[in-house]
């Protein structure tokens, strides 16, 4: 839901999407939290006369995530080393083995789906897909929060160690679990697959919401993964959900991402991806390390860029076994595939622009530094309507990995205090841009 007030304001509904623990992970029951959201745009707002916030979000409701048993709920505990879970009509699926309640009660061995959630769009009849770095998997979700569909990606996609599927991410659990469980893994790097904590970092659905793209944050290993110069060319799957029970895989692209500076030292990972239209979509790509409560407060690489498929090779089913590789270990693209064609679009961090509202780029640790992670898209029309309008406003929202001094745990349970000594709010910023489209990219 999107409107624009008789004032000029505007007002809609927001589905965000919190991932999984932080400095080892923790039994966080994923969930999806409902925000309502006010927008007053502030056009003459100067650097000398900044306006300030103007994005204002209240709190509605939560749903959190159950298996498709719809009792067990899942974790954001590492999966374990070896092994899985199953259901009737599933395929295998992550899963954590952990003590009592995994907070460090109790000795009862436990089992669930681990998921560390990072795209969620909302389907046509109210569920909710969600991907996941994990497996990586893609996931359905009834509005209650219930399981009913998992898409396990092409086995070149699958996490492999020792000659098995491995799901884990090397991801210590912050509370011990059974002996060999959530205490690391041999070898902390997967050879092959999706490489740690860089599975499906984005997804989104088409404007009808009949197909489904989900893209891994930076290449799988054995396609250049594991160095930092090399992880350039990610794969993109296309999926027909008109049957949302029964996913049809159709297409797999590559798709080229870009460096972080001119020397391409170092590959600017995927944090999101947008459909816009046809073949074209927003990737936001950006740097790590950099921003408030981190080691240097300036980001070189912050952006939402436009990629387009249209002439990208179509390598579905050519590339897809355990053993293929789109490209060599040093990341060099095998001859005979077109990537997508990737140009830069929308720069986050220009303090011109940031300075006008009362936020920054570099400089001083304060609250109104940008945070490091910046992990969502969304677009809406800037005349509110579902129409052929080429204005839009462009959301992007951080990730502040509950960096917080007077948090808690366990559904409040137990108090928490990040050991960095840092408060990092929750940001969310806010561009108006022109892209011609010939019909709106979603239901409004």
Same mark, same amino acid.
């Given at each position: 839901?999107?409107?624009?007030?008789?004032?000029?304001?505007?007002k809609g509904?927001?589905?965000?999407?919190?991932?999984?623990?932080w400095?080892?992970?923790?039994?966080?029951q994923?969930?999806?939290?409902k925000?309502?959201i006010?927008?007053?745009?502030?056009?003459?707002?100067?650097?000398a006369?900044?306006?300030?916030?103007?994005?204002?979000?209240t709190?509605m409701?939560?749903?959190?995530?159950?298996?498709?048993?719809?009792?067990?709920?899942?974790?954001?505990l590492?999966a374990?080393?070896?092994?899985h879970?199953?259901?009737?009509?599933?395929?295998?699926?992550?899963?954590?083995?952990?003590?009592?309640?995994?907070?460090?009660?109790?000795?009862?061995?436990?089992?669930?789906?681990?998921?560390?959630?990072?795209?969620?769009?909302?389907?046509?009849?109210?569920?909710?897909?969600?991907?996941?770095?994990?497996?990586?998997?893609?996931?359905?979700?009834?509005?209650n929060?219930?399981?009913?569909?998992?898409?396990?990606?092409?086995?070149?996609?699958?996490?492999?160690?020792?000659?098995?599927e491995?799901f884990?991410?090397?991801?210590p659990?912050?509370?011990?679990?059974?002996?060999?469980?959530?205490?690391?893994?041999?070898p902390?790097?997967?050879?092959?697959?999706?490489?740690?904590?860089?599975?499906?970092?984005?997804?989104t659905?088409?404007?009808?919401r009949?197909?489904?793209?989900?893209?891994?944050?930076?290449?799988?290993?054995?396609?250049?993964g594991?160095?930092?110069t090399?992880?350039?060319?990610i794969?993109?799957? #296309?999926?027909?959900?008109?049957?949302?029970?029964s996913?049809?895989?159709?297409?797999?692209y590559?798709?080229?991402?870009p460096?972080?500076?001119?020397?391409?030292?170092?590959v600017?990972?995927?944090?999101e991806?947008?459909?816009?239209?046809?073949?074209?979509?927003?990737?936001?790509?950006?740097?790590?390390?950099?921003?408030?409560?981190?080691?240097?407060p300036?980001?070189v690489y912050?952006?939402?860029?436009?990629?387009?498929?249209?002439?990208?090779?179509?390598?579905?089913?050519?590339?897809?076994?355990?053993?293929?590789?789109?490209a060599?270990?040093?990341?060099?693209?095998?001859t005979?595939?077109?990537?997508?064609?990737?140009?830069s679009?929308i720069?986050?961090n220009i303090?011109?622009?940031?300075?006008?509202?009362?936020?920054h780029?570099?400089?001083?640790?304060d609250?109104?530094?940008?945070?490091? #992670?910046?992990?969502?898209?969304?677009?809406?029309?800037?005349?509110?309507?579902?129409?052929?309008?080429?204005?839009?406003?462009?959301?992007?929202?951080?990730?502040?990995?509950?960096?917080t001094?007077?948090?808690?745990?366990?559904?409040?349970?137990?108090p928490?205090?990040?050991?960095?000594?840092f408060?990092?709010d929750?940001q969310?910023l806010?561009?108006?841009?022109?892209?011609?489209?010939?019909?709106?990219?979603?239901p409004?």
């Amino acid at each position: 839901m999107w409107e624009k007030n008789k004032d000029g304001s505007y007002k809609g509904v927001l589905y965000a999407l919190p991932d999984r623990g932080w400095q080892g992970t923790i039994n966080y029951q994923p969930r999806i939290h409902k925000f309502g959201i006010t927008f007053t745009p502030k056009p003459s707002a100067t650097v000398a006369a900044p306006s300030g916030p103007n994005l204002v979000f209240t709190y509605m409701d939560t749903t959190l995530l159950y298996g498709p048993d719809g009792k067990t709920p899942c974790t954001g505990l590492d999966a374990d080393p070896t092994g899985h879970i199953s259901y009737p009509g599933f395929p295998p699926l992550p899963g954590a083995t952990f003590l009592g309640d995994g907070w460090g009660n109790g000795n009862t061995i436990q089992r669930a789906i681990t998921i560390d959630g990072e795209g969620l769009a909302l389907g046509n009849d109210g569920t909710f897909w969600i991907s996941d770095e994990y497996g990586p998997y893609v996931y359905q979700f009834k509005p209650n929060g219930k399981m009913i569909t998992a898409i396990r990606p092409v086995d070149a996609i699958i996490p492999m160690r020792n000659g098995t599927e491995s799901f884990s991410a090397n991801s210590p659990y912050l509370f011990p679990g059974p002996p060999g469980f959530g205490n690391g893994v041999i070898p902390a790097d997967n050879p092959t697959g999706r490489d740690n904590n860089k599975g499906f970092e984005g997804m989104t659905l088409s404007g009808d919401r009949k197909t489904l793209f989900v893209a891994l944050q930076a290449a799988d290993n054995q396609e250049g993964g594991l160095k930092a110069t090399g992880r350039r060319y990610i794969r993109l799957l #296309k999926y027909d959900i008109t049957v949302s029970s029964s996913p049809r895989f159709a297409r797999e692209y590559v798709v080229p991402l870009p460096f972080q500076n001119a020397a391409h030292t170092k590959v600017a990972a995927e944090s999101e991806i947008f459909h816009i239209q046809d073949g074209s979509f927003f990737i936001l790509a950006r740097d790590s390390g950099a921003g408030h409560g981190q080691a240097s407060p300036t980001s070189v690489y912050r952006h939402i860029d436009i990629f387009n498929v249209d002439l990208a090779t179509n390598i579905k089913g050519q590339h897809d076994c355990s053993t293929c590789a789109i490209a060599d270990a040093n990341g060099v693209l095998n001859t005979g595939i077109t990537p997508a064609e990737y140009c830069s679009f929308i720069d986050f961090n220009i303090n011109a622009q940031l300075n006008r509202f009362g936020v920054h780029n570099g400089g001083v640790q304060d609250q109104f530094l940008l945070n490091e #992670k910046w992990e969502s898209i969304g677009m809406v029309p800037v005349d509110g309507k579902h129409g052929d309008d080429d204005e839009w406003f462009v959301f992007s929202l951080s990730d502040n990995d509950f960096i917080t001094q007077d948090g808690f745990l366990n559904f409040g349970q137990s108090p928490y205090k990040d050991a960095s000594g840092f408060n990092l709010d929750n940001q969310a910023l806010v561009f108006r841009i022109k892209l011609p489209i010939h019909s709106a990219p979603f239901p409004v």
